[in-house]
């Protein structure tokens, strides 16, 4: 049985900083690419950070220089650590795990986000 489960979301003030994490259990995440995912209400799911089995990390130009992915690969843990929060990051972050060949997609349940005005 694969899972996916994020944590440590809630309620921050703007300027605030958060560190999510996504504990992946029946897989070895250092052999997937993962990534967060950010959702608004009535948005689109926007990537907001990766991170390859290599290492190389992208972000979306939004949360450059705020916001850092990485992987505990010993804890098979992957973190988002958010700084600088700005009301517009509120929303639902998701945890994904990618693989191809075979093609396999996971997804946490996500853990909701908010940054008040």
């Known amino acids: 049985q694969v899972q996916l489960v994020e944590s440590g979301g809630g309620l921050v003030q703007p300027g605030g900083s958060l560190r999510l994490s996504c504990t992946a259990s029946?897989?070895?995440?250092?052999?997937?690419?993962a990534a967060w995912y950010h959702q608004a209400p009535g948005k689109q799911r926007e990537l907001v950070a990766g991170?390859?089995?290599?290492?190389?990390?992208n972000y979306a130009d939004s949360v450059k220089g705020r916001f850092t992915i990485s992987r505990d690969v010993a804890g098979n843990v992957l973190y988002l650590q958010m700084n600088t929060l700005k009301p517009e990051d509120t929303g639902v972050y998701y945890c994904n795990a990618a693989q191809t060949h075979p093609l396999y997609n996971y997804w946490g349940q996500g853990t909701q986000v908010t940054v008040s005005s």
């Open positions: 029946g897989i070895m995440l250092k052999t997937y690419t």
């Open positions: 991170i390859t089995r290599g290492g190389s990390t």
